[in-house]
């Protein structure tokens, strides 16, 4: 009922239709109702009895009261039922009690259902009263029935209404009466006081809990008002619900609500949408006043607090100055690199050249022994050929990267690699280790593979030189669908700067070979998308391991022969 006149009320304009005043509210309702129900019922089907009109008129007054506080309430705070003051409260929940007690004394003190009314002032009083004045209306609650009922019960009260002396009152029912009502009296107000702590204790925690959200929201403002990357975020449809100041200061325009995404930025139409996952992206754009930017983020799902998405989360950044440094400092590596290489490779063609130069100038003397000459001949012919191996080895370096390859068997690939270092005069005897080979096949392009092999057992030989037990392993490890190279040895092993320098070009530390063999190898593994690591420590040895994938198929590799 309370509700739908609130709700009545508020569609006739009264601006705060919520949380009625319960003890005025109940007042007005109970004695309006009592009046309309005493004046509906026939004579003989109502209660009468002397002081009716009393009765009536005690009503009728508590209905006027009830109805001018309500008017009151309503011209001085545009609310049908305001809560007053402490002071009013009170009085209100006094008037409510009287109620109570003259309803009770008109239908009959005898009757033990009457005597739950006095629960309604006492469960009224939660919500408006501190703990220890609601327990005070709880006992004044039943001391005024205890008082009415035996009042009435021994002729002290004149009679009234249903209510009068009795003749003969039965002790054991009286006793009944009053332990009844005083315990349902009781059992409210422990009731009510509970909630009333529960109350408490909740509009505290709520309290905190607003002061800590109040915090944090200011928090999450001065962040995103601060950042320097612009953040937008869009809603379902890809308009925009809100921007932080750097969005529009890198955009340069003004980024209203409700404009589309697309009119801003080219992220095309419809958005790219991963399920949980962001989508990169990078645009030029022309900003007014600007010129030409580059612009960089990513674009991420923005879910509400059940999870669902709710919209998309837009961050960005102006990339034009960083794409520009990034262009000079690659530009910087390039002239760095070509330039160390064009200075090691001048080192390398250096010493033959000086050593072709003398052998020249000694030729050149008239009456040269021929021992002499035969020597000198000798030495043009090997600087010849390093000058030739270090030529075509920096070809090879230089060269674009190696075709995806064919399907080769591993076994065959191992058996060829072993002829051509049983071969090799250099290895004097040396005896390659090799363990059992998987039957497994892999793919790669059979020259490549051959010299990158080759060259890492040259220089596993080149580091057991001088070794009192030299040793050279090659082995094959094969698990799920990866296969592992590893090429060891007990040689003289490389210190960290040695390591870290080990794949650059002309950075080799052996005085044999070219310098380019383990940058042609990395160059060749890199293409391949493979990966090498390797271990060492100055005299404890190498070990290289090379890891590639598994591939079905077969084909033999290239002969060295072919290679040649």
Known sequence: MVDMLQRTWGRLGVSDASAPFLPLSFRLFASFGLLVVHAALPADGRASGPG????????????????????????????????????????????????????????????????????????????????????????????????????????????FGLSGELVDPDPSRLSFLLGTASLQVFAATLLVVLIRRNLDRLRTDLSVSEAAVDELSALHQRVVESMNSGLITLDLKGRVTSANPAARAILGVPVDPGIAIQDLLQLGDPLPWRQG??????????????????????????????????????????????????????????????????????????????????????????????DVRSRVLGILERETQRVGDIVSDFLDFARPEPPSGVALLLPKVIEEVRSSWEMDPRTAGLVLITDPVPMVSLRSDPTDLHRALVNLLSNARKAVKDRPDPSVRLSCRVSEATICLAISDNGCGMAAEQLERLFVPFAGSFEEGSGLGMSLVYKFIEAMDWRIEVESAPGAGTTIRILLPLQRGEESVASPSDQA
């Open 52 to 159: 009716e009109q009393t009765y009536l008129a005690a009503l009728l007054l508590m209905f006027i009261e009830a109805l001018w506080e309500s008017g009151r309430g309503l011209t001085a705070m545009d609310h049908l039922f305001p809560t007053p003051r402490a002071p009013w409260i009170r009085w209100n929940l006094a008037l409510d009690l009287a109620l109570v007690t003259l309803v009770i004394a008109f239908q009959g003190v005898v009757q033990e259902r009457f005597a739950t009314l006095y629960i309604f002032p006492v469960l009224a009083s939660a919500f408006y009263l501190r703990t220890v004045e609601i327990v005070w209306v709880g006992v004044v609650s039943s001391l005024t029935h205890v008082v009415l009922v035996l009042g009435f019960t021994f002729g002290v009260i004149p009679p």
């Open 277 to 370: 996952r962001e989508h990169r992206f990078e645009v030029v754009l022309s900003v007014p006043g600007r010129g030409r930017r580059i612009l960089g983020g990513h674009l991420a799902s923005l879910r509400g607090a059940s999870g669902r998405e709710s919209g998309q989360l837009l961050l960005f950044q102006d990339l034009t100055d960083l794409k520009a440094l990034e262009e000079r400092t690659r530009i910087s590596e390039r002239l760095a690199a070509i330039g160390q290489l064009a200075a090691g490779l001048a080192h390398e063609l250096r010493n033959p050249l000086a050593s072709i130069s003398g052998c020249v100038q000694l030729l050149q003397k008239e009456g040269a022994p021929e």
